[in-house]
């Protein structure tokens, strides 16, 4: 996985509190096989109008946000599905950071799995950010380090994050090796009486 | 010491690795498979060279994107390369898959269940947020996205911090007419989309006990609706009469010996909760959404909120978008919203006892000539017992379409799409904007509301279709 130390860009601000994966990618474009790819339909039924046409109202259209990779969002971003498409998508368009009052759950969760880093703020705050980003060109330095967020004019904002998953996003670990260090307890897990019910589950062997 | 929430126990069951300031290793025990968020974990697997550590604990099948007038027509070749790829990877890995051809395909939230694969004190993991509904067994369940489906192929484990506990008690018994998916809908309604998240809901109370299976997985299927990481109702014997005689189940003495420590699997009397919330159910009337997601909800005899009456700026914000996209005025009565389209399905409402509901309602009655209604039974079972009970003669002598099963219409991955513009009274769990079609606008409801509205061709209580036919 990708290394996140620290990271400078423009911020995009989406103003619309609930944004559920479903509108950040919807369900037509999760038929690939790929991981690769999906940035291209990011908030497709938003960024573009039913012609096809980019819908030049929507933020990410706006030539003042153009190469924004720090998204501002509002409370309970990422809600509703599960598919990890939608941090792929914003990770593909090229979002590093995403800043919000909340995120929901598995979509925090995902996040971390590609390299981008949700960093949550009280609302007082993202709403200053708000007015500074509806400028436009408006830049901020997430240094993940310190746990600091700092804008042009030297106003920092502090964050909290998991320390297990800021030293993963750090070092770039891969999860799946981290865990077959462990193999050897999973194993005792597995022959060890702890469920003695866990030998009846079993997914084969139906007897219709 | 403080008693254990029945959550602590399953958890502490499963734990494999617990270190100081980091989330624990988990141990999985049954992972569940679906086309759509498998192909990149298999294909991540390959590429590292590593295989499924328990195929025979992993059980996969083909729900999402599977059309569902005829599940062999897939026209669409990108949904059909996921459907053979899951196929092949199912082959590749050794792992068991109901596939089209199979009696046991369905939903995959419909087919653990009713195949017995869902067990009390299992963890139960899939890359699809709605598996919060095995909760309903005392199963420790919860949605994953696609990095931690690959995790849980190679090593049948996951790193999870514990979330915190939440009790939801719900008092009195609903009044007849009102059914679990208005009990979730107008929990969501009251405490908003998001009173779950980080947290286990367990569902208890005189209300949850009285409940089946089917309305005990309505309710722990739209856990996630409230931000939740998962729902909870402790096994009792409506749970074990359910699962006896079940395909996978335990059989003989296994299964009694597997009873007598599920039973344990309750929360002891002193055990303490992070947060406790009351709801009384006896109040409640027949649920419809008006909004953009579960939580903007009213009661069938209320009217379309003004977003001004909100009492923050953000849900004013979010209510006016939300009536914007859904062309609807404030004070305008639920009941006189026309509908153009009613699907009765999904992991939410597509059981057995779903399509009785709503099989009583629409007996005698005919569809209206301005509705296009659909019903997609959750699985083949579902399907077969359906029509052994004769219920799709029900359906389609009144003039809906009766289908294959699959996801269908809930999320419209396949054919089945809402066209722009168009309502939508459907059984499902996401009115979000776009979820059943671009520009298309659903309306949450429960199977007997959207049996009702078929016929109606609006939002009505089944009580009031008599005196309608009388007036026309």
């Not at chain 2, 005392?138 to 514990?162: M, P």
């Not at chain 2, 189940?249 to 406790?276: M, Q, S």
Request: proline residues 6%; negative net charge.
């Amino acid at each position: 996985m990708e290394v996140f130390v620290r990271h400078q860009g423009i911020v995009a601000p989406l103003d619309r509190p609930n944004v559920d994966t479903d509108a950040i990618i919807p369900k037509q474009f999760l038929k690939r096989v790929e991981r690769s790819g999906f940035g291209q339909f990011l908030f497709y039924d938003w960024r573009y109008l039913p012609n096809g046409e980019p819908d030049p109202s929507f933020v990410l259209n706006q030539p003042r946000y153009a190469g924004a990779s720090i998204l501002l969002a509002r409370n309970n971003f990422g809600c509703g599905s599960s598919r990890e498409h939608a941090p792929w998508a914003l990770a593909d368009y090229g979002f590093k950071v995403i800043i919000a009052p909340s995120f929901a759950d598995i979509f925090h969760n995902n996040c971390f799995k590609n390299g981008m880093l949700p960093i949550v703020l009280p609302e007082k705050d993202v709403e200053h950010l708000f007015q500074q980003a509806g400028r436009g060109q408006y830049r901020l330095e997430v240094d993940l380090e310190a746990q600091v967020v700092r804008d042009d004019e030297g106003t920092t904002w502090r964050f909290q994050v998991d320390p297990y998953r800021r030293e993963r996003l750090l070092k770039g670990l891969d999860d799946i090796g981290a865990t077959l260090l462990h193999a050897d307890r999973i194993t005792v897990y597995e022959q060890s009486a702890k469920k003695p019910y866990q030998d009846v589950y079993r997914t084969t062997g139906s007897v219709t | 010491m403080a008693g254990k929430t029945m959550f602590d126990k399953i958890w502490e069951q499963h734990v494999v690795v617990a270190e100081e300031g980091k989330p624990h290793l988990l141990y999985i025990d049954l992972h569940l498979v679906h086309e759509v968020t498998s192909p990149q974990a298999f294909e991540g697997l390959r590429m590292a060279g590593r295989k499924v550590r328990r195929p025979e604990l992993t059980f996969a099948t083909m729900d999402h994107n599977v059309p569902t007038d005829n599940p062999f027509t897939v026209t669409d070749p990108i949904a059909g390369k996921q459907i053979e790829t899951l196929q092949m990877n199912c082959e590749a890995f050794g792992i068991s898959l109901a596939d089209l051809h199979s009696e046991e395909q369905g939903i995959v939230h419909v087919i653990g269940p009713e195949l017995g694969l869902t067990l009390p004190g299992k963890t139960i993991v899939c890359g699809d947020s709605h598996t919060s509904t095995h909760g309903a067994f005392g199963a420790l369940a919860f949605g994953i996205g696609t990095s931690e489906l690959e995790h849980v192929l190679a090593t049948q484990c996951l790193w999870q911090t514990k979330p915190r506990t939440l009790l939801v008690e719900l008092t009195g018994r609903p009044r007849p007419g009102v059914t679990a998916k208005d009990v979730i809908l107008g929990l969501i309604a009251q405490y908003g989309v998001d009173f779950g998240t980080g947290h286990v809901i367990q569902f208890a109370g005189e209300a949850v006990r009285a409940m089946s299976m089917e309305e005990r997985m309505t309710i722990c299927n739209m856990s996630i609706e409230a931000g939740a990481r998962a729902g909870l109702i402790e096994p009792d014997e409506t749970t074990f009469a359910y699962l006896k005689g079940r395909p996978y189940a335990p059989k003989g003495e296994d299964f009694d010996a597997c009873v007598k420590l599920w039973r344990e699997l309750v929360t002891d009397p002193d055990a303490v909760f992070d947060r406790v919330i009351q709801f009384d159910v006896s109040a409640l009337e027949p649920q419809v959404t008006w909004g953009t997601h579960p939580g903007m909800g009213t009661s069938i005899n209320g009217i379309v909120p003004d977003p001004d009456t909100f009492p923050t700026e953000m849900e004013r914000l979010a209510a006016r978008q939300a009536l914007a996209y859904m062309g609807l005025e404030p004070g305008t009565k639920i009941s006189d919203i026309p509908i153009q389209h009613v699907f009765i399905g999904s992991c939410t409402n597509s059981r057995i006892e779903d399509l009785r509901l709503a099989a009583q309602v629409v007996r005698g009655h005919k569809v209206s000539p301005k509705v296009r209604a659909i019903v997609v039974p959750g699985s083949k079972q579902v399907k077969r017992q359906a029509e052994q009970e004769g219920l799709h003669e029900i359906f389609i002598t009144a003039g809906f379409e009766w289908r294959e099963p699959g996801c269908s219409m809930c999320l419209a991955m396949n054919p089945d799409v809402v066209p722009a513009g168009e309502r939508c009274a459907s059984t499902s769990n996401r009115n979000f904007e776009g979820r059943q079609g671009r520009g298309a606008r659903t309306h949450l409801v429960s199977p007997v509301t959207a049996a009702a509205a078929a016929i109606a061709g609006r939002f009505v209580e089944p009580g009031q279709l008599q005196k309608l036919e009388e007036v026309n």
